[in-house]
């Protein structure tokens, strides 16, 4: 069975330059662009994501599909995102060749 639903996250109208699920669990999608902004949003859909095989800090989260969890506010572009194999810490990249970490906790 395949379900799809299009959700519009925006980047004040900027190109997304990168976009990536959390690996432990996939409920949850970062993304950013040009605008200078890193989102984190959730990717949970009810009827879908019942696993219990996810881990990481975004397992048990329940926030309906497109619901912004973090955002941060870097002011410059930023080029990528990317999440640790246990979705534990994320990484971007700015375009002025600085790298910045965010660590989540499980809570």
């Known amino acids: 069975m ?3 639903n299009q959700e519009k996250q925006r980047h004040e109208e900027q190109t997304v330059n990168c976009v990536r699920y959390d690996p432990g669990s996939g ?3 970062a993304s950013c662009g040009m605008d200078g902004v890193v989102q984190v949003r959730s990717a949970y859909e009810k009827d879908t994501d019942d696993n219990a095989a996810a881990t990481g800090p975004f397992a048990n989260m329940t926030e309906k599909m497109d619901t912004m969890l973090y955002r941060f506010n870097v002011g410059g572009w930023i080029n990528f995102v990317s999440f ?4 534990q810490t994320m990484a971007f990249g700015t375009h002025d060749s600085e790298i910045h970490f965010c660590c989540f906790d499980a809570e």
């Open 2 to 4: 395949w379900i799809a």
């Open 27 to 29: 409920r949850a999608l």
């Open 84 to 87: 640790s194999l246990t979705s």
